[in-house]
């Protein structure tokens, strides 16, 4: 089992930045890939950033790319998700996961955070 505790969302103006930090307590925390996914009200949950356990490869939705940066700490046992540029549209909950293997699927994700809200005002 793996327990994520999500922080650091909030409200901030478009062009502004935020950090999200995801704490994971539970397994192997060195040994899991990391991911965030974010949902908007009335949407599906979508993909945004991943990273594998070595931190060598990262992966990110399109709609991020070159704004968002994602990163971890083995020693610390933390993810995190370094949000610059944002947008009206990046508003959202975002949710903190953990898998084996990288996928572009929330389905294929085993465990999941409790999400942080992320607002931003236009």
């Known amino acids: 089992q793996v327990q994520l505790v999500e922080s650091g969302g909030g409200l901030v103006q478009a062009g502004g930045s935020l950090r999200l930090s995801c704490r994971a307590s539970?397994?192997?925390?060195?040994?899991?890939?990391m991911g965030w996914f974010r949902q908007a009200p009335g949407k599906e949950r979508e993909f945004v950033a991943a990273?594998?356990?070595?931190?060598?490869?990262?992966y990110y939705a399109d709609s991020v790319k070159g704004r968002f940066t994602i990163s971890r700490d083995n020693t610390k046992n933390t993810v995190y998700l370094q949000m610059n540029s944002l947008k009206p549209e990046d508003t959202a909950v975002y949710y903190c996961?953990?898998?084996?293997?990288?996928?572009?699927?929330?389905?294929?994700?085993?465990?999941w955070g409790q999400g942080t809200q992320v607002t931003v005002s236009s």
């Open positions: 996961a953990a898998a084996e293997i990288y996928s572009g699927s929330s389905s294929q994700w085993d465990y």
């Open positions: 990273i594998s356990w070595r931190g060598s490869s990262t």
């Open positions: 539970g397994r192997t925390f060195s040994r899991t890939t």
